[in-house]
């Protein structure tokens, strides 16, 4: 979900166990929670789920006043060969883990039943479940740099509104793809308010940049972690 460039469509297998897991992670209780919520998503392999990922959820739960904050656990990068990533069961019970007491937090695999891993199509598929959800993207700064090769990047642009949160080292860079991709920019305390109020629509972003942290997948695996 992360890196979308030039990708063909990938079909997934049901790397998450057997039948009832599967139907777990496509359609978790979360789904059938009628509350009005503002939930914000943050995409990505999370191979794996690391200190860094808890940063930008708190930070985005923190300045845009959310309620919730879903991981979406991609079951394949399509620009990355699978012998690069954990099996999606490791990854997900993994980053379960890391959140078991973050109940804010929830970690799912929507992206498992369908036919490929572009964020649009993940974007119509969750508000078609959760219509009563307002919905905001998470992504770091380093994502942003890259976010024109995305898959009908204008068109997520114009579904719903995102907070990018500053990463070192991508901050200047961020702020001027921001400037040419992303459209109108407002505060984050303001598009937390506008939306969760119905005042603004996509699109729109806002750029946190309060505190930053280092902790990165890469990193970790070059020392050695495994899943």
């Known amino acids: 979900m992360l890196s979308e460039a030039m990708a063909k469509p990938v079909q997934h297998k049901d790397t998450a166990g057997d039948g009832i897991t599967h139907r777990r992670h496509l ?15 943050v995409g990505g392999s999370f ?7 808890l940063h930008l959820a708190k930070m985005a739960r923190k300045t845009l006043g ?3 904050v879903w991981w979406l656990v991609t079951p394949q990068n399509p620009l990355k060969p699978p012998t690069e990533t954990a099996s999606l069961d490791h990854r997900l019970q993994y980053a379960r883990k890391l959140v078991s007491e973050k109940n804010y937090i929830k970690v799912i695999a929507p992206e498992l039943g369908t036919r490929n891993n572009y964020t649009l199509n993940t974007l119509k598929l969750l508000k078609n479940v959760a219509p009563r959800v307002k919905f905001f993207w998470i992504m770091g700064a380093d994502n942003l740099v890259q ?5 009908r990047h204008r068109d997520i642009v114009d579904r719903i509104a995102i907070a990018v949160i500053d990463r070192p080292g991508y901050s200047y860079a961020a702020l001027s793809m921001g400037r040419f991709v992303l459209s109108r920019r407002v505060s984050a305390r303001r598009l937390g308010k506008l939306q969760r109020g119905n005042g603004s629509k996509p699109p729109v972003w806002c750029f946190i940049s309060e505190s930053r942290h280092y902790a990165s997948a890469t990193a970790l695996r070059a020392l050695g972690l495994k899943l």
Do not use: C, I, Q
């Open 27 to 41: 359609t978790p209780p979360l789904f059938h929670d009628s509350r009005r919520r503002s939930v914000g998503l």
């Open 66 to 68: 959310l309620d919730e």
């Open 47 to 53: 191979n794996p789920a690391h200190d860094g990922h």
């Open 147 to 151: 976010f024109r090769k995305w898959y």
